[in-house]
């Protein structure tokens, strides 16, 4: 068991690891961009087609939606009982390396996540229930307003016990969907070392409209 907390903790750790080289990068590219438009069409042009292009890449134009099924050799109500947790494999990535606090009710935490280099902090709430069908719903909010919910259902066969999830994210910008598709492989070997393998896996994209 601790050699599987441990495996997993360094996989969310190298998640993180990850996520804050291409944010670096992403600094860098911004800077040598400025500095190459800058030669040809001067500083305050290219800081403005420089801030442009940063401020489209963030702008939460799209909502991503998505259905995944995996499976894991534990007994389904382990499973249950794990998923239910506020900390749990879904949401370890959420909360490795922010600062995280008890909220007022059961099944509520509440954290901080602050960017590469001490730039930003953003404080979010998150939340898990179990609906009366037995699905495992968790949300994650920032300034009132949800921006994850997904649900989780857990149903178990002779062999193995199978999790079917579904997942919406509200305004989410391009650049975080290109960092998802970066850092796919290693979101992917973070849940397995927590003892799930994904077997199916698919997302649509769509524009946000409110």
Not at 103 to 123: A, D, E, I, N
Not at 124 to 143: A, F, G, K, M, N
């Amino acid at each position: 068991m601790s050699d599987t907390k441990t495996g997993s903790s360094t996989a969310d750790t190298d998640v993180m690891r990850s996520f804050n080289l291409f944010v670096y990068g992403y600094f860098a590219l911004l800077i040598i961009s400025l500095y190459a438009l800058a030669q040809p069409i001067g500083l305050f042009l290219a800081g403005a087609v420089v801030l442009g292009g940063h401020l489209l890449l963030h702008a939460p134009l799209f909502v991503l939606r998505g259905e995944l099924k995996a499976r894991c050799n534990k007994p389904a109500e382990a499973v249950r009982e794990e998923l239910s947790s506020v900390r749990n494999p879904l949401t370890s990535m959420w909360l490795a390396n922010a600062d995280v606090e008890s909220g007022p009710q059961s099944g509520t935490v509440h954290f901080t996540r602050t960017g590469p280099l001490g730039l930003f902090s953003k404080r979010y709430q998150l939340s898990v229930t179990t609906l009366p069908d037995e699905t495992i719903e968790q949300t994650i909010q920032r300034d009132g307003r949800s921006i994850v919910t997904a649900r989780s259902s857990i149903e178990s066969t002779e062999a193995e016990t199978a999790i079917e999830m579904s997942f919406e994210r509200n305004a989410i910008h391009a650049f975080s969907l290109l960092l998802m598709t970066v850092l796919e492989s290693r979101l992917n070997r973070s849940l397995a070392a927590h003892g799930y393998d994904f077997v199916q896996e698919s997302y649509s994209i769509g524009l946000r409209f409110r």
